[in-house]
């Protein structure tokens, strides 16, 4: 069970590190290299998904991810037509941030049976948007309005109302490309409040800052856009030592 994998990583560690690969057409000669580099360094697992695809390639593209993969795969859907065999898990998430009933059940309603047939592991996850200095891919592929970055009670309700709703891991999303990562305090304030894992993703360009979202209670850290510029062994390794408290 990948949920469990990921519950003995957190034990393991301060937190756990994954890496977002996002399977669109302008990284097409970049995934094995990317995927490759992740292999040699002490990456956690991959993320793979994005809020738009611009092409038909993404299951090809996840299949050749997933063959060559040492770590687990997470499929991170941007929607149902995402979803696709190549992976190990999938991250079943509702939008509990906002109150587009296509995000937080339309959706799903499509891709459960499908997941089911494909025999892929569900991870239900509530995924929490934040507000950036500029609108994000996803805050105008989803249409929900996201959270206010300075009001933590707000998230922790969120979170806490996902807890009770079944959800076994919580998302706060600052975007792809975000120019600023997840407040501390909002983490913290979640982390307290809530009893099952929080995952931190969006904005964190550094390990100094992927450290700080560790310290203030994020369980798992997710970096992405960063990676497909200028990946290297290095690189990830300093992010995931930062993650890992090592």
């Given at each position: ?36 580099t ?17 092409d038909?390639?993404f ?32 991250l ?139 990946i ?15």
């Amino acid at each position: 069970m990948i949920y469990n994998n990921l519950l003995k990583i957190k034990n393991k560690y301060k937190a756990g590190y994954f890496v977002l690969i996002d399977p669109d057409i302008k990284n097409e000669n970049k995934i094995l290299d990317i995927v490759d580099t992740i292999n040699n360094s002490n990456v956690d697992g991959i993320l793979i998904g994005g809020s738009l695809i611009m092409d038909n390639g993404f299951n090809e593209r996840a299949k050749k991810i997933k063959k060559i993969s040492n770590v687990p795969v997470i499929l991170f859907p941007g929607s149902v037509n995402h979803i696709n065999p190549y992976c190990d898990a999938v991250l079943f998430m509702s939008i509990i941030s906002g109150r587009n009933p296509t995000y937080l059940i339309g959706e799903h309603v499509v891709a459960a049976p499908i997941v089911k047939d494909l025999n892929i592991e569900p991870i239900p996850t509530g995924y929490m948007i934040f507000e950036s200095q500029s609108m994000t891919s996803v805050d105008f592929m989803s249409g929900s309005k996201p959270l206010p970055r300075n009001k933590p009670e707000i998230a922790a309700a969120h979170a806490l109302a996902g807890q009770y709703l079944g959800m076994k891991l919580i998302y706060l999303e600052g975007g792809s490309g975000a120019e600023e990562s997840i407040p501390n305090n909002v983490i913290k304030r979640v982390s307290q409040f809530i009893e099952i894992p929080v995952m931190v993703g969006g904005g964190i360009k550094n390990p100094s800052t992927a450290s700080e979202k560790v310290e203030s209670g994020a369980s798992f850290v997710v970096t992405g856009t960063f990676n497909e510029e200028n990946i290297s062994i290095s690189k990830l390794n300093d992010f995931a030592n930062a993650i890992h408290g090592v």
